[in-house]
């Protein structure tokens, strides 16, 4: 090979390049050649330095990438470091504005203590004045009273006497035991009678007074004291008794005694006073006193009793409001009557009690009706007690309407609301992560809507129903090119049920397909009749694609809450109900509640359902802690004991304590009930299996995310129940697959559903060990169906009867060695030997058996076709008659569906 010279395969491992590589360079310079051709070295040359270039140019590039990698790294980290600074400064101005608001907060509580300060101060200036004023009213009327009577008095006593009134002014005094004492005597016993105050100074020694002796006769003694009695104890003015009753009545309002001076005796008359035992007109004065206090205080007395007895036949019109399963204890304080009466007459009838026994309702009724009483059940213990600790109705304010979203599956409800929230969203978002809990509120021209979104499928029954109760205004979503659907009806059903006003919004007009005329039409056969063709509820078309009417759909509902005109009280505890709750794997349990009344503030004791609480925080739909919650407020209540369930009334308390003791009952009454139900649905299935021995049950543990997807497929998945097989739900939970879910499913050989949540390690060893069936899963549809199939794998199958042949029967020949043979013809199919058969005779069937032999011009055949003669013998029959019917058959066992 002469020097200089290479082939190109030597070439292509050189430059590490590949053959072909070369071959096209060598055919651009229209040189042919190929991996073992012979190239001359001026050629060589060319070939390494074109492909030498080309390896300087794909090194250039490489460091050029490289480069251009380095600075792209380098921008990164300076706008990641501008970032970080930028969030730094937003957290630092986000940690101001909360400490302004809550400096803001504080003032405002401040300024409205002193403003109620002021306000009680005002009213109790106000009041000391009144008193003052009705006391010196009194006091004139009292006086004006007394004097009129005097002068009453004093012009009879001379129109008696027969004299004439003197110039001088002559002091009248009372008598009492034949003696005029003056009414100074009368206060100085009646404080003497009194127990000295220690509190009280001590008061100078009165001068005692002489006292006049009048000749009246017994008689008159009696009927003046008497009549002193029915008298008040005081009197303004110093009076004689007499026989006046409407103006004794008037007298018995005096409170006081006015004190004058002892008249004194005219000595010009002659006459002189007799002697009078002081101590005897002192002791008949204290005790008449006494009397008339006595009775004073028996009289007020007595009217009290009469009251409360009055309001207790009102209120308890014997009718008692108790839980059912209470203890006989708490049965006897209800009936008040003694727990021994309750026991003696369960044994009267029969049932052994004791006074910590549980009682179940029939048991109550039954004791109450037997002491006179009558029986209501409360749903929830202590309801009255959470009822009584509400708001007093004061202080109405608007509130914003609660809209629910409602409408068949995908039909764009959460679209719209989606739209809505981004264009809409409230302002002031911060940087954190937005938490969807199902509600939402917007802001419209400076008004607020809540939303509640509810899920379209059918499963979620229970969650439709419970959104249009606690909502004010039900938006239902009708696709354009869908019409009305199954859960559209249902929606309507629900909002028309609950009395609340609908809006009907036709979504999807940006479709070609879009028929609103047909959605109307459908909806009028509903009975729902919309403004455009004359009716009462509105319509508005819309596009949560390209947010065509939503803006004319807000104006609707806020014209829909304006004739509402709803209001709420924003003072005193909060209540509100649960929308949706789950067990949140950091922050525990987690409830999401709608507040419908009063002012909800972080640390505030609650109760909700069986379970107590103390909020440890709120957040709303985007996150952010708030410190209190108004009327129509969603917010996420942190603090729960345990996750409630969706539909619970939340209410605050203000003793803790008493929201313990409430829960506590409530639990233990939930337990009991519990344990009865399971207890009786254990006794009836076995006296039902002794009955049947049909039914076959599918046991179930279903645990999920939230409380609602729950619900949804422990309906779902009763309904799939038949007689033959049915579901037994015996545990629905929140929150992972645990240890104890695994045990209950073993003991009790059942199936674990979950939805939405995972297994823990220590569990999912567990049921390996305990070989139990764990399904995991996201769609509710997946799970119907595989639980369906369960119960069909379950069912017996079918047993049907398959026609092979028919042959009829047209000679009945005698045959000595072997009886009676069917000379018979094959009607239709064929017929095989050794196949079931069954005669019949008209409509009736004679026998069913085998076909013993089958046999062709006297040569034992396997089976016989359409359209030929045969003789059948039958084992155990040969009561043939010609005309007889033969139909050969097979029986096959056939999968049943559940319908």
């Not at 959605?519 to 009749?529: G, K, M, Q, T, Y």
Request: some cysteine; charged content about 35%; glycine content about 6%.
């Amino acid at each position: 090979m002469p020097s200089g010279k290479q082939r190109v395969f030597q070439l292509s491992k050189k430059l590490n390049r590949a053959s072909t590589e070369i071959i096209n360079f060598l055919d651009s310079m229209q040189i042919a050649a190929g991996p073992n051709t012979l190239i001359e070295a001026d050629i060589v040359e060319k070939v390494l330095n074109h492909f030498d270039t080309d390896a300087k140019k794909v090194g250039q590039a490489q460091w050029e990438r490289i480069e251009r990698a380095r600075q792209i790294e380098a921008t990164k980290k300076q706008q990641e470091a501008q970032k970080k600074s930028e969030e730094d400064a937003r957290l630092k101005a986000e940690e101001e504005r909360m400490k302004k608001l809550r400096e803001m907060q504080e003032a405002k509580k401040r300024e409205l203590e002193q403003k109620r300060e002021e306000e009680l101060r005002k009213q109790k200036e106000e009041e000391i004045k009144r008193k003052k004023q009705e006391e010196l009213e009194m006091k004139r009327k009292e006086e004006e009273a007394a004097a009129k009577l005097l002068a009453q008095e004093e012009k009879k006593k001379k129109v008696v006497s027969g004299q004439q009134p003197k110039k001088k002014k002559e002091i009248k005094a009372a008598t009492v035991g034949g003696a005029v004492v003056s009414s100074e005597n009368i206060a100085e016993i009646k404080n003497e009678s009194a127990p000295e105050s220690p509190a009280a100074p001590k008061k100078t020694a009165r001068k005692k007074k002489k006292v006049k002796v009048l000749t009246d006769s017994e008689t008159e003694f009696e009927t003046k004291l008497d009549e002193l009695k029915k008298r008040h104890k005081s009197a303004t003015k110093r009076v004689r008794i007499i026989e006046d009753i409407p103006r004794i009545e008037q007298l018995k309002k005096k409170k006081t005694i006015a004190e004058e001076p002892v008249s004194v005796p005219d000595r010009k008359s002659g006459h002189r006073p007799g002697k009078v035992n002081q101590e005897e007109v002192t002791q008949t004065i204290k005790k008449t006193l006494n009397t008339l206090d006595d009775r004073k205080s028996r009289r007020k007395h007595h009217k009290k009793t009469v009251v409360h007895t009055d309001e207790e036949t009102t209120s308890a019109s014997d009718t008692i409001s108790v839980t059912e399963y209470i203890s006989v204890e708490e049965l006897a304080r209800h009936l008040d009557v003694s727990h021994t009466d309750i026991i003696t007459k369960c044994l009267s009838m029969n049932q052994m009690v004791t006074i910590n026994q549980r009682l179940d309702w029939d048991m109550i009724e039954i004791l109450a009706s037997e002491f006179g009483y009558s029986v209501s059940r409360l749903d929830e213990y202590a309801e009255e007690l959470v009822e009584e600790a509400g708001t007093d109705g004061a202080d109405l304010r608007w509130r914003a309407p609660v809209v629910t979203v409602m409408g068949h599956v995908d039909h764009g409800k959460t679209s719209i609301l989606d739209y809505i929230r981004s264009t809409r969203v409230v302002e002031g978002e911060s940087g954190g992560i937005t938490q969807h809990i199902g509600a939402y509120r917007v802001k419209i021209n400076d008004q607020t809507i809540t939303f509640l979104d509810t899920p379209g499928h059918e499963a979620f029954t229970a969650m439709r129903a419970r959104g249009a109760q606690i909502t004010d205004i039900v938006v239902v979503v009708v696709a354009a090119d869908d019409g009305v659907m199954p859960q559209t009806k249902e929606a309507i059903n629900h909002a028309q049920a609950a009395g609340v006003p609908i809006v009907i919004a036709i979504n999807k007009m940006d479709k070609p397909a879009a028929e609103p005329e047909r959605v109307i039409r459908e909806l009028a056969s509903l009975n729902v009749l919309v403004e455009s063709w004359g009716g009462k509820v509105q319509d508005v078309q819309v596009s949560a694609k390209t947010g065509l009417g939503i803006d004319k759909l807000l104006e609707s509902l806020l014209l829909e809450a304006e004739m509402l005109d709803l209001q709420a009280p924003y003072d005193g505890f909060g209540k509100g109900v649960v929308v949706e709750s789950r067990l949140d794997k950091g922050l525990g349990p987690v409830a999401t509640v709608l507040v419908k009344r009063g002012t909800l503030k972080v640390g505030d004791p609650f109760i909700c359902g069986r379970h107590a609480g103390r909020v440890r925080a709120m957040l709303n739909e985007k996150g952010e802690r708030l410190l209190e919650a108004k009327p129509a407020d969603p917010v996420q209540i942190q603090g729960f004991d345990d996750v409630p369930q969706a539909g619970d009334q939340f209410a605050v308390m203000a003793d803790e304590r008493e929201v313990r003791r409430i829960a506590q009952e409530r639990q233990r009454l939930y337990r009991e009930q519990e344990f009865r139900s399971y207890s009786l649905l254990t006794l009836d299935e076995i006296s039902r299996q002794i009955i049947d021995g049909k039914t076959k049950e599918l046991n179930l543990i279903i645990k999920g995310d939230v409380d609602g997807s729950v619900e949804a497929l422990a309906d779902s998945f009763m309904k799939l129940s038949t007689p033959e097989v049915a579901v037994r739900v015996i545990h629905k939970g929140i929150g992972m697959i645990n240890e104890s879910d695994i045990q209950l499913a073993s003991a009790s050989k059942a199936i674990i559903i979950g939805f939405h949540v995972n297994t823990n390690i220590k569990a999912k060893e567990l049921s390996q060990v305990l070989n139990v069936e764990i399904r995991n899963y996201t769609i509710i549809y997946d799970a119907e169906h595989d639980v369906k199939l369960a119960l069909e794998g379950m069912l017996e199958p079918e047993r049907i009867k398959e026609v092979l042949g028919t042959l009829e029967i047209r000679q009945v020949i005698k045959v000595p060695k072997y009886g009676k043979v069917a000379g018979s013809y094959v009607t239709s199919g064929k017929v095989q030997r050794n196949s079931q058969i069954r005669i019949l005779r008209g409509d009736k069937e004679q026998f069913t058996g085998y076909l013993t032999s089958l046999k062709r011009h006297k040569d034992d055949v396997k089976e016989v076709k359409e359209g030929l003669e045969c003789g059948v013998l039958i084992d155990g029959y040969d009561l043939y008659e010609e005309g007889d019917i033969i139909e050969s058959y097979i029986e096959k066992s056939v999968k049943r569906t559940l319908a």
